[in-house]
Structures are given as C-alpha cells and as structure tokens.
C-alpha cells in the first residue's frame, strides 16, 4: 500500500510546481509570494558514530545515544540470543532496520538511508551458514527519534563488533525567493538555474534561482489575464499560458521579447496545462461553474478545435503527464474531493490514483519511479507507492535471482546479482550485471488476489513490448503458446494476469517477460511492473517495487602476439612459428596478450598446450579479473620442451563475460586468442 510522508508544512497556498532532478529538489511558489523549495535529501549531521565498537549478546543498542543495555524505551535494536546458535538483530520500538549486503560503509550517505524501503522483520544473524550478518555486511536503521544509522559488521561472534555513524536529516524546506504577486505557477528552465514564474496579477517573469527574489526577476511578459499553469517550450522560445478569467484563453507568449498570441479561446476557467510532446494538442483542466463538472479537454493547437478527455472531475487543477508514453495525465481535485485522479486521454477513462491527500491540491510531481510529491494548500506530501506486500514481492525476480539478491543500495554494486551470500543456491553468482535477455519473473497469484487482470512491463518509465514462449498443458499434451503484448482498453503493453487456478499447467508458472537488454543503454536502469484492471485501467498502488538492474552487453577483447624467445637480441617466431633455441634451454619464450571488456565485467585465463598435453607451471600462468590488461605469459625453454627436443605448441586466451541473464553466464560476449609455435635445436 502507498506510504506518505510530510515534507514541508504550514505553508502559505502551495500551487505551481517543478522538479530539478540533478538536485532532487522540488520548486514551488506559495501563494502568499514565495518560491520555495523541499530538498528531497537534505543536509544532515552526524549524530553520533562508533568505531570496533562491542554490542554484546542479548543487549539493546540505541544508535541515538550509543547507550548499549540502556532502557528499553529509547532501544532502537537487540542482538537477540535465542539459542548458542539461533541468533537475530531485532528492531525495537519504533525503530526499522534492512539488511543491506556486503557494500561500501564509506559510500553510504546519509542521503542514501533516507530512501530505503525500513521494515520491522529482524535480520538473520544465526551461528550457521545461513546468517547474513558476516564480516562486512552493512544494515542500516531508522532509529525510534527518527534518525538514520549506518551500521557495518566489523567482527561476527556471540558478541558483535560494529562501526555505525548516526545521521539528523535537517528540514528539506527553504525559500528562495519572496515578493511574488500572488504566483500561480513554476516552471525550471533547462538550464538548471532560472525559473519562469506566472502571477495571477497578470505577469510571467524570469528569475535566477541564487537570487530568486521578485525584485530581481526580468519580466517577460504583462497583461495576461489570471494566468495559472504553464507549459515551457524553450526550444522554440515558447510559454503556453491558460488565462483564468473570460474569455479563458491558451495564450503563447515569445520568451525572448514577450509577444502574447492567443491559441484559443472559449475555454471556461481554465486552470491547467500540459502538451503533447509534439505541440499539436494542449489538454486543459476547466472549472465549471457548478460541483463536480471539471472537465479535461484536448485542443488542437492548429485551428484551436476543442474536444472533451474527460468529465465530471471535482475542480480539477494543474496537470502532469502521468508516463512518458503520455497515455494518461495526472489531475488534482480539489476540495470536497481532495484526491489525484489518472486521467486516460484516448478513452477518458479515470482512476483514483491517490485518496484522501492534505486539502486543495494543486500540482504534482514525479521524482522517481513509484513516488509522487502533491502541494496542496498548506503543505508537501510525498507518496510512496510501494511494493504490494501481502503475499510478497509482485516482480519476484530475474531468472533465478530473487528481487532482494540484486544489490540496491547506492555505489559501485548498485544493480549487480549475487546470491553468493547463500549457501548452495540455485544459482551461484557475485557481484555481475545483467544482459542478454532476462527472464522476469512475476507474482501472478498476488497480482489476482488483489483484482489484476493485466500488467505492463516498463523500464525507465518506457513500455517494453517484448513476446516470448512458453508450454501450456491443454489437458492432452503441451501446446507451445506465443505471449504478445496487446491493447486493453486504451493502454497498449498489457499482458495477461495468469489466475491461480492456471499457474501450473504453464511450464514456467512465473515466467512473464523475456526483456531484451541489447536495446537497452549500457548502465543502470530501472524495471517496474504496472497492474491494471480488466479494462485496462492501472490500480492504484498495485506496482512493483523499482528494481534497479545494471546492464551491460559489451563484447570482451582477447588478442596474443606471436612468441619471442628471449636472447640478446629476442626472436621472435618466424613466418613458418618456429624458434631456434639452439642449445640454450634456459633462454624465456613470452607472449604478449591483451584480455580486456569495457567495463570490466570478465575473466580471463591463458594456456599452453604441448602436442596433446596441457602444461602446467610454477607459478601459475596468469588469469584473473579483467581490465584494460596488457601482459605477457613466459616459460623457459627447458619447462616447455620436457624431454622433447622438439615440440610443437599452442597458447591460449580466453576472455569470459562475467554477465548474466539470471539463468546463465552470457558466454556470446566471450574473446579468444590462439597462437602456436614450434621450439627446436
């Protein structure tokens, strides 16, 4: 179920807002003339903080005070003693804990513990191969005053030995500007330092947000009447601004010398404004006069034809495209109703997106997969729709790789798989990012139980509309079927939900999507499944928590050159791969190599072989993790030859990609290299 969380409060009418993703900031104007800004993560202070320090068996810690075995009121954990061998680490009071894995300490910021998904299960700390609680393993904890800690497992015992710093998240809100004349509206530039601002008295200004008061704004623009949302068009120098008061109006306004030219007209109270993203339709939020008649209305911009999306709305306000794909708009409605609403714009359909939400709200925005940020009148809310829990995780996994075995904690592991942190898994990997085609895994019996017919498959917001096989038991015998997204109703991507009563005479009962990573970007990237009705209408909350996946589909690099034999001068092989050694049997053979992968994601190993006979060497021929690796491998003549004195040879290379599809190494990225020679008198 959704979560929420009150960002700022006691404000003065926030209405206009917009959102500056590399600063995780959300900039909105206050009616009363602020623009003002909520930190997402803001700036925090170090609380306290131990170093190798002791928590004994059975003792209570709070991380707020590092007070061990003090009392239990303000504890925030227990190292939980049940058995010599049956161990936990336990929340307690208010406090949540999550277990993290085997991460960078340092890299963890305090930013980082904000956004984690805390609950109260305790983490497993059991004296046998199943505890998680090893040598370096990080968990974090939301303490019982509110606080976030960091904690690592320096030393593993019935007494544990942990580094922790404690972090004080500071307020996120702050003004940046004030003297705004009753400001309906904001709008960053892509520049990421100025903003566009619209007051109702009838001006849109320019602002730089480091001097962000009115009196240091350049104004744009006069004589609008009531103006509320804006859509920015700065590619081609354009504002399109609705006009509240008669005779509501779409007016374009030239940012660079401010020349107003009305679109359209006739609207009635117009109040929101979005575009398509190519400029051809403007969707408008209008109040009618009496309750609950809002209406959302598409207008073509090129003869300003005006055809009603959607009816019936509760004064709807300002509007957001709910997705990429634009199938859908966010729309707020304001009192009695007090709710945000998704609004499909081919069949107008309309879905309770968010119920209940603090009073007058004006304006959203979407941060990040599954969270949303509401101003209404007197504060920020930001809403976390969470993973469906009842009966676990609605996306179980990648292939063989739970959801929770793919690290998700931020730094250089971020996305990768590992379940070496099990004991004899199904599937045994450390620490490798995905490619190929992925297997995703779903939820079918959850998804039915809480009313999907039907589910998206979307990554970094953008549908994925692969097919894929799978075998059905028709009753005789398995019949091959062929899975394709299709349209329900007006959103397109949707596969079937499979009911309960199907799950097993599928081959793969979870199997619902082969994801094609090669048409993906080399990084980071995040997959969310989207559950809809059986009119194809998304449930509220009923998403997928966002997994974050690091791709990589890059080939390794192997190349070997051809052996020298070390003497003054070297040798090197001539044309026909024969070296003469003449009697010098202690002289070096080397040969140089290259064995690389992009990103380092590869293994890789070399070999010589002689006649039929793989040789060893003391030391080892060299093998290792990948880089940008140039090297050599070298044996004397005598190691090689043996008893031969003549002997015919062949040196290997091979480049391994360490990526997987959650099924399998993705060895069609291998390399290879091969060379062969001849050593004789």
Known sequence: MPTTTQLATGLGGAIGCDFRNAQQQLVFVEYSGKLSAVNLFPAATTVDSGTNTVLKGTFTFDFDTGVQGGPAASADVQWVQDTTVIRQMAPLNSAKIINLGAVSFNGITAANLQDLPYATTPIIGNNNPSNVLTVNDVFAV???????????????????????????????????????????????????????????????VKVALTKANRSAATVIATGLTAPQQMFLDEAHNAAYVVEYAAPGSIVKVNLTNGQKTTVATGLVNPVGIVLSSDLQYAYVSEQMTAPAVGRISSIQLSNAARTTVASGLTEPFFLTWADAGQDALLVPQRDPANSI?????????????????????????????????????????????????????????????????????????????????????????????????????????????????????????????????????????????????TKIGSSTGCYPVHPVSELFVWESPALGDMLDTTVLSNGPHTLQLVFLDTAGNPISGLVSAPLILLVNNQSCIASISAPVLQVAPPVTADTCGVLHYGSNTTANVSIGFTASQPAGFGDYSTEIVRGGTQLSF????????????????????????????????????????????GQGRQSQYDASALTAFVLTT
């Open 618 to 661: 003391t030391p080892a021929l060299p093998s290792g993790q990948v880089g940008s690796l140039t090297s050599t491998f070298t044996a004397q003549v005598g190691q090689l030859l043996g008893t031969c004195p003549t002997a015919g040879f062949a040196a290997a290379l091979y480049v391994a990609a360490t990526m997987t599809n």
């Open 341 to 485: 609403v998704s609004v499909n714009v081919t069949s107008g359909a309309t879905n309770v997106v968010a119920s209940g939400v603090p009073v007058r709200p004006s304006s959203v925005a979407l941060p990040n997969p599954g969270e949303m940020l509401i101003c209404s009148n007197t504060e920020v809310e930001e809403i976390a729709f969470t993973t469906f829990a009842a009966t676990g995780d609605l996306l179980i996994g990648i292939g063989l790789i739970p959801f929770d075995r793919i690290n998700q904690a931020a730094g250089p592991l971020q996305g990768m798989a590992n379940t070496s942190v099990d004991v004899d898994p199904p599937y045994w990997v450390k620490n490798v990012p995905f490619g190929g085609t992925l297997p995703i895994m779903v939820n079918y019996q959850a998804a039915a139980d809480a009313g999907a017919a039907y589910y998206q498959v979307k990554v970094d917001s953008v549908l994925h509309t692969d097919s894929w096989t799978n075998y059905f038991w028709d009753g005789t015998g398995n019949v091959l079927e062929t899975i394709t997204a």
């Open 142 to 204: 939301l303490t019982t005053n509110g606080n976030y800690t960091k904690v690592q497992v320096v030393a593993y015992g019935y007494d544990l030995t942990i580094n922790w710093v404690t972090y004080r998240i500071a307020s996120g809100y702050s003004v940046l500007g004030t003297g705004y004349n009753q400001p309906e509206d904001v709008k960053l530039s892509t520049d990421g330092v100025h903003a566009y601002v619209t007051e109702r008295s009838g001006d849109l």
